[in-house]
T-cell receptor, first 112, second 111 residues
Framework: GNSVTQMEGPVTLSEEAFLTINCTYT??????LFWYVQYPGEGLQLLLK?????DKGSNKGFEATYRKETTSFHLEKGSVQVSDSAVYFC???????????FGGGTRLMVKP | NAGVTQTPKFRILKIGQSMTLQCTQD?????MYWYRQDPGMGLKLIYY???????DKGEVPNGYNVSRSTTEDFPLRLELAAPSQTSVYFC??????????FGSGTRLTVV
């Protein structure tokens, strides 16, 4: 079946540092890939997505590239802010798009 | 625009009690989902629905039931609550391009 593996957290960075959160996946066919963000006490919000190989999703300074050859979708940001502190989830959808499979989440803490 | 609304936000149940978690969306989305999120873990799919009158099991359906009589509502029923069902429950909906909209969650504790 499908699965998503993320680097374990927490990840603690200083403001303006570079961020990478690793995500790899196992899936049949050609899934779509997503990053969701969860702020404290809230539900998940879609951060970015990519629907085919070599696509780059981007939003709010975050970006991730769909790498089929390495089955990866790593999240990056050039300069993090305190307001980026949250839990980040990598996810993939099945071919029909009927359901999402999530990774375990990575907590990011950004210190001033 | 309310999006996906879940009630209640918090609930404490005793072992063996039953309850219904409510979920409603006002976006006319066909697809709706129930996930549970255990501490430090990702979300696991409990049940989903592709439209009114149609439901299907997800990854962890045991101990739960759902119904989908209208497009807007997708309640999740817990029968005979167990401590293993202590979790945060999220309802979500989507239409089209896989952009899921999540509710703010229901935190359930079974004691």
């Amino acid at each position: 079946g499908n699965s998503v593996t993320q680097m374990e957290g927490p990840v603690t960075l200083s403001e303006e540092a570079f961020l990478t959160i690793n995500c790899t996946y196992t899936a049949t066919g050609y899934p779509s890939l997503f990053w969701y963000v969860q702020y404290p006490g809230e539900g998940l919000q879609l951060l970015l997505k990519a629907t085919k190989a070599d696509d780059k999703g981007s939003n709010k300074g975050f970006e991730a590239t769909y790498r089929k050859e390495t089955t990866s979708f790593h999240l990056e940001k050039g300069s993090v802010q305190v307001s980026d502190s949250a839990v980040y989830f990598c996810a993939l959808s099945d071919n029909a798009g009927n359901m999402l499979t999530f990774g375990g989440g990575t907590r990011l803490m950004v210190k001033p | 625009n309310a999006g996906v609304t879940q009630t209640p936000k918090f609930r404490i149940l005793k072992i063996g009690q039953s309850m219904t978690l409510q979920c409603t969306q006002d976006m006319n989305h066909n697809y709706m989902y129930w996930y549970r999120q255990d501490p430090g873990m990702g979300l696991k799919l409990i049940y989903y629905s592709v439209g009114a009158g149609i439901t299907d099991k997800g990854e962890v359906p045991n101990g739960y039931n759902v119904s989908r009589s209208t497009t807007e509502d997708f309640p999740l029923r817990l029968e005979l609550a167990a401590p293993s069902q202590t979790s945060v429950y999220f309802c979500a909906s989507r239409e089209g391009d896989y952009g899921y909209t999540f509710g703010s969650g229901t935190r359930l504790t079974v004691v």
